[in-house]
């Protein structure tokens, strides 16, 4: 029967395959018939090697394997599936168990608890990580400015070692010719300072300090009144006195910045009213608001204006209701309107210097400084043609057109930080020194500047602000993390 059905089948594959196919019979070692065929490969031209039969017998196991594990891992999961399924079967079944549902409920909360925990925790490691970008950014920037300022120390000390002996010469020379001098024109005093040069004024300053005139009669400020005096008029700057403190920043953001009042404030703000800028940072554009001094001090800001453009600084004023703020980056001053939380006029300082070109001493990027006194808005910087001394012009505050323009003899980076009383640019001296100065002033008026030593204490080590408030007659000035002010006292030739 066997043999029939293997006949069949020789036949079948004959007629399927043609003549290749090959019938054998041959007797085993035990006597039996064995009956065999070959049937020809119709994909293979010839057998593979042994290596490669291995080869592929492993690739067949291991995606046997693979697929063992999926075929696991599905099992599992659908284990999974149908107890869940069960259970809710159970739960909501008629009369079923409220107790599981309830706490398959209270499972599912506290999943979704513990997520939101995750995600907030996430946020708040982002913002931590954000905050030590900032901090990193700061540091290497005043790093930076730190190298820039010990060599522009070392220039200044090696000029001024020069002009020491410089002086010391013209000085025996002076004293030699002296006697000749008196012979032919009398007693003469030789005047230790030259005010059309400003190229060593800040070394003068160091050596000599000038007393405020006695031809003059004080006047104080608000904080000092004097009898018979109505301290309402203009004059010179004969004292100021020492900070009051009001509040301290919170933040490393807050190592540089301004606050200031409105001099001339219009609806809805007052006289009260007070702003706040952090100045740490490459895009500054928070300026919190606050509705009086008490909010001020407790920190609990009504408002926080978030400007369209980036301000540069610690320069920027409030005036008449508007922001006036340095562009960053660039020399372009601009006019916020605070009502309506809109840039209203942006205009070029000519010439001036930007980002670094001409700062104060401390640095920070201050060329270009926003001031405002009784005569009105004006501003502070250089440019190339001035080769680093101060120019000084006065704003339409409108149209931000420039109406006048002085250009003193005052380094301005030979200074610490300046600001405007009556119509008068003062500087001072350092912006470290405990034991600082009021060292120059520059009178617009007769477009002259004479030497000054008015005692101006740096409290707290660092100060990167001082304006003039006119209404109050004080100074505010950002010392350290610290907003202060000053008193001050004018006085009338």
């Not at 300090?209 to 006047?219: D, I, K």
């Not at 605070?338 to 401390?362: M, N, R």
Request: negative net charge; hydrophobic residues 35%; contains cysteine.
């Amino acid at each position: 029967m066997l043999a029939v059905w293997l006949l069949l089948s020789v036949g079948l594959a004959r007629a399927a395959l043609g003549s290749t196919v090959h019938l054998r019979r041959v007797n085993d070692r035990n006597g039996r018939c064995i009956y065999s065929f070959a049937v020809p490969s119709p994909n293979e031209a010839s057998c593979p090697e042994p290596g490669q039969a291995t080869s592929a017998i492993r690739e067949l196991q291991r995606e046997s394997n693979v697929q063992h594990s999926e075929l696991e891992s599905a099992k599992a999961r659908l284990s999974l599936l149908e107890n869940l399924v069960t259970q809710l079967h159970v739960a909501l079944g008629a009369g079923g168990s409220s107790a599981s549902a309830a706490e398959l409920q209270r499972e599912l909360d506290r999943l979704r608890m513990e997520r939101a925990q995750q995600e907030s925790q996430i946020s708040r490691l982002e913002a931590a990580y954000s905050t030590l970008g900032q901090e990193k950014s700061f540091l290497e920037e005043e790093k930076r400015r730190l190298e820039q300022e010990k060599a522009e120390l070392g220039r200044r000390l090696e000029s001024s070692t020069q002009e020491i002996a410089r002086l010391r010469a013209s000085q025996r020379h002076q004293v030699s010719e002296a006697p000749a001098q008196d012979s032919q024109q009398g007693s003469q005093e030789v005047s230790k300072w030259d005010l059309e040069s400003f190229d060593y004024q800040e070394l003068k300053s160091e050596l000599t300090e000038v007393p405020a005139s006695s031809v003059f009669e004080e006047r104080p400020s608000p904080s000092h009144p004097a009898i018979g005096d109505t301290a309402t008029g203009c004059g010179e700057l004969v004292w100021v006195g020492e900070p009051v403190t009001f509040r301290r920043a919170e933040t490393i953001a807050g190592k540089y910045g301004m606050w200031m009042k409105d001099p001339e404030p219009v609806p809805p703000y007052t006289h009260e009213t007070t702003w706040r800028v952090d100045a740490i940072g490459t895009d500054i554009r928070q300026v919190f608001e606050y509705d009086d001094a008490d909010q001020f001090m407790k920190g609990y800001p009504s408002k926080v204006h978030v400007l369209p453009r980036s301000m540069e600084s610690t320069g920027a004023i409030i005036y008449r209701g508007s922001l006036y703020f340095q562009q960053r980056k660039s020399r372009t001053v601009a006019k916020y309107d605070l009502k309506t939380e809109t840039i209203t006029v942006q205009k070029d300082i000519p010439s001036a210097g930007y980002h670094g070109q001409f700062p104060y001493s401390w640095g920070g990027y201050t060329d270009i400084d926003l001031a405002v006194d009784e005569m009105g808005l004006w501003v502070t910087y250089s440019t190339d043609k001035a080769k680093g001394a101060i120019v000084l012009s006065k704003l339409d505050p409108e149209t931000l057109e420039v109406e006048q323009t002085w250009e003193t003899n005052i380094r301005k980076q030979a200074v610490a930080n300046s600001f405007m009383i009556c119509g008068t640019l003062y500087t001072i001296s350092s912006y470290s020194a405990p034991d600082s100065t009021v060292n120059f002033a520059y009178h617009t008026a007769t477009s002259t500047s004479e030497p000054l030593s008015i005692r101006f204490e740096n409290r707290y080590g660092y100060s990167s602000m001082v304006d003039y408030n006119p209404t109050e007659r004080k100074l505010f000035a950002w010392d350290n993390f610290n907003m202060v002010t000053y008193d001050i006292r004018l006085s009338t030739i």
